[in-house]
């Protein structure tokens, strides 16, 4: 199949797709499990499968409070998770941080099996799960350059023997296997590693006083009203060259 975010028959009038190697496939791939000809029961499965997501991710975060902190600490962290705006507001939009925060709950979940000095294989999963987080929000990808000094840290200095080289090695490995490929798939096709937040972050920040030619009823969106708008943040060229 081909990646693009053009639909025949809906985004385009001919049957043509046009490759996109800017957004980021992890929200995507999630949605194409739902993918429906009626766009309207398309939408309503997605935003179904959020609401579940985050349902069963509430679980997690509830009992590792009730583990390592107690009663009132993991109220207030589950009532913290329950009315974050990600989730409150996930029956309106589909919205990429929905499925990464269901991701890193999971990948929270792997580091506590870890530290109480898990199989391998919980090494293995937690590296996938933050590799598909930073294919859903790309800034998950620096999160690692946070965590292998950490990681490191504990297997030299603290000496921990569950924290062994080669463990943290299939940890990178995993992480690597989903994350890299698609940053090397863009980048054998002529696309570079742009990064989409920083594309969007450079776009987002070109409308003075945040509106669109000073319509007041642009404010705070000004890039949905800018005819334009699409082809400046086609990539990273592209949106560098409104700034000259």
């Known amino acids: ?32 499990f739902f993918y429906n ?30 583990r390592y902190a107690g009663y009132w600490p993991t109220f207030a962290t589950g009532l913290l998770f329950a009315t974050s705006p990600q989730i409150i ?15 890193m709950v999971l990948f929270v979940c792997c580091m506590a099996m870890i530290l109480r000095g898990g199989h391998i294989s919980w090494w293995l999963l937690g590296g996938l799960l933050l ?18 000094p950490w ?12 924290f ?22 863009k980048s054998s096709h002529g696309n570079g590693l742009a990064d989409t937040l920083m594309v969007g972050t450079i776009h987002h920040g070109l409308y003075p006083g945040l509106m669109y030619e000073d319509k007041p009823e642009s ?13 400046i943040s086609r990539d990273m060229p592209s949106v560098l060259g409104e700034l000259q």
Request: net charge negative.
């Open 1 to 32: 199949g081909t990646y693009s975010r053009t639909l025949p028959g809906i985004t385009t009038t001919g049957s043509e797709l046009v490759v996109d190697f800017l957004r980021d496939p992890g929200f995507p791939y999630f949605a194409s």
């Open 37 to 66: 000809e009626d766009i309207n029961a398309f939408m309503y499965a997605t935003l179904n499968a959020q609401l579940i997501l985050n349902m069963l991710a509430l679980l997690p975060v509830l009992v590792l409070g009730w």
């Open 89 to 103: 507001n996930m029956n309106l939009y589909f919205l990429t941080e929905s499925l990464m925060i269901s991701l």
């Open 131 to 148: 590799g598909f987080a930073a294919l859903t929000r790309p800034y998950m990808l620096y999160f690692l350059v946070a965590l292998l």
């Open 151 to 162: 990681l490191l840290y504990l297997h030299y200095r603290e000496h921990l023997a569950h």
């Open 164 to 185: 062994s080289g080669g463990k943290i090695a299939g940890f990178c490995l995993a992480f690597a296997l989903v994350a890299c490929t698609w940053s090397l798939y």
């Open 219 to 231: 404010y705070g969106y000004p890039y949905r009203a800018d005819p334009r708008a699409a082809e």
